[in-house]
């Protein structure tokens, strides 16, 4: 069992940045880790992915604006997000995934105000 522990979430205005934390209780090497994002009335979507040969991918909404990384030392994951915009409001979750075992996170509100 991988616990995710998410963090950095809040409000901002519109161009403005947050930087996202995800800590995993145990380590990520070998493991694919990301974020997506879900808004109200919306389905999940992902927002970037980094995968085990440090690999990442990103959809065209993002692509430019944010940013994933990670601290292997300290098993966490980090999503820089910058111009920021009312579209980019939603909860955002962390997840982890190694061979066929997955994880998500509780979550964390992002909020984007105009």
């Known amino acids: 069992q991988v616990q995710l522990v998410e963090s950095g979430g809040g409000l901002v205005q519109t161009g403005g940045s947050l930087r996202l934390s995800c800590a995993a209780s145990?380590?990520?090497?070998?493991?694919?880790m990301g974020w997506y994002r879900q808004a109200p009335g919306k389905q999940r979507e992902l927002v970037a992915m980094?995968?085990?040969?440090?690999?990442?991918t990103y959809p065209p909404a993002v692509k430019g604006r944010f940013t994933i990384s990670r601290d292997s030392a300290k098993n966490t994951v980090y999503l820089q997000m910058n111009s920021l915009k009312p579209d980019d409001t939603a909860v955002y979750y962390c997840?982890?995934?190694?061979?066929?075992?997955?994880?998500w996170g509780q979550g964390t509100q992002v909020t984007v105000s105009s």
């Open positions: 997840y982890f995934q190694r061979a066929t075992d997955e994880y």
């Open positions: 145990s380590s990520i090497s070998r493991s694919r």
């Open positions: 980094i995968f085990s040969g440090g690999t990442t």
